[in-house]
């Protein structure tokens, strides 16, 4: 069985592995023991503050195969970005140059760096180990937090946004990042990449250029990488797709991977999720539709995939436990 929790200091080991088989292709994954160790604190300390509005809290959680202990996945929500340090990304907008003399009218898509997340809850740290990269397995790694956003409203802004990564080769090389940002960082992708995930991001503000730039004056190869995801990130965009996520033409300023952003309240797992009661008992519900089930907690929070029949929903023994249930019990549902 496989069940997502949040994250404990038992799961630093387990964390650093996902972080090394990443290959560096995630910015809040870095392969930093220290950061790893933050991401645990900061989870631990959210869970335990009160929230009444989303401010510095962070809320990682981890896939585990229950049966093992291993961790083959983790994924995160942050209540609010840009509040501490700055939150860039690069709008694309249009630049109208006009003459009236000549008659000639022009409207020039150029990229303009702005903060215009700043307070926006993000999703962040989607990361599933290549052996277990079924379509259950990434429906509850990343589904099952917005079931936990569903559960506690308040520890979140009314508008989630997410970054994809943009389109890199086999070496981790962004074309938009050859293009433009090594002009202004001197040092490559990676680099650039890691300072980010360790919240080394004084330097973003100090050199990125803070003039518009024009989209035409970049390479083909980096034009075509505006807004598009790297190949393997398909099927995560289309999960958020599927949840009412939508590109307004914001992307990233390292590789120009797309945000993508809804409301909360118009995310499909949210609008659609329930509580409803459940009994406890050894009956054959494998006949039944599958659904995402959680348990509503904070530090206790347990979120799985089991069939559930709506008109008698029934658990096993089995599931109740992992979902830390007791007799009947509500619970929070959205069928799959």
């Known amino acids: 069985m496989f069940l997502l929790r949040p994250l404990t200091f038992n799961d630093l080991q387990g964390l650093e592995r996902l972080a090394v088989i990443s290959g560096g292709s995630m910015t809040t994954l870095p392969n930093n023991r220290d950061h790893l160790s933050h991401l645990i604190n900061s989870t631990r300390q959210s869970l335990r503050k009160a929230v009444t509005a989303p401010a510095q809290e962070s809320y990682h959680f981890v896939l585990e195969n229950s049966s093992t202990g291993e961790i083959i996945g983790v994924s995160g929500v942050e209540a609010a970005v840009g509040l501490e340090t700055p939150f860039y990304s690069y709008r694309i907008d249009e630049v109208v140059h006009a003459s009236g003399e000549l008659q000639i009218h022009n409207r020039i898509p150029a990229l303009h760096l702005c903060q215009d997340y700043t307070g926006a809850s993000r999703l962040c740290t989607l990361f599933l180990d290549k052996a277990h990269r079924q379509e259950s397995n990434l429906h509850l790694l990343s589904r099952a937090r917005m079931l936990f ?3 506690h409203p308040e520890r979140f802004a009314s508008r989630v946004m997410v970054e994809l990564q943009g389109i890199a080769d086999d ?16 040092m490559d992708f990676n680099k650039a990449n890691y300072l980010t995930g360790i919240n080394s ?14 989209v035409p004056l970049l390479s083909k190869e980096a ?22 996520f939508v590109y307004r033409k914001y992307v990233d300023i390292f590789d120009a991977g797309p945000s993508l952003e809804a409301r909360v309240d118009n995310i499909r797992t949210v609008s659609q999720s329930q509580q409803v009661e459940v009994q406890i008992a050894a009956l054959d519900t494998s006949t039944a539709p599958l659904a995402l089930i959680s348990n509503d907690g904070l530090e206790n929070y347990r979120c799985l995939i089991a069939p559930l029949d709506a008109s008698q929903p029934t658990l096993t023994p089995e599931q109740a436990q992992a979902l830390q249930l007791d007799g009947r019990s509500m619970v929070r549902v959205v069928w799959l």
């Open 223 to 244: 034009q075509a990488a505006l807004g598009k995801p790297r190949e393997d990130m398909q099927a995560v965009s289309d999960l958020l797709e599927a949840e009412g």
């Open 171 to 186: 070496n981790n090389q962004s074309p938009f990042w050859e293009c433009l940002g090594r002009h202004f960082f001197n």
């Open 149 to 151: 956003m569903a559960a």
């Open 201 to 214: 991001k004084g330097f973003i503000a100090d050199l990125m250029p803070h003039y518009p730039v024009y």
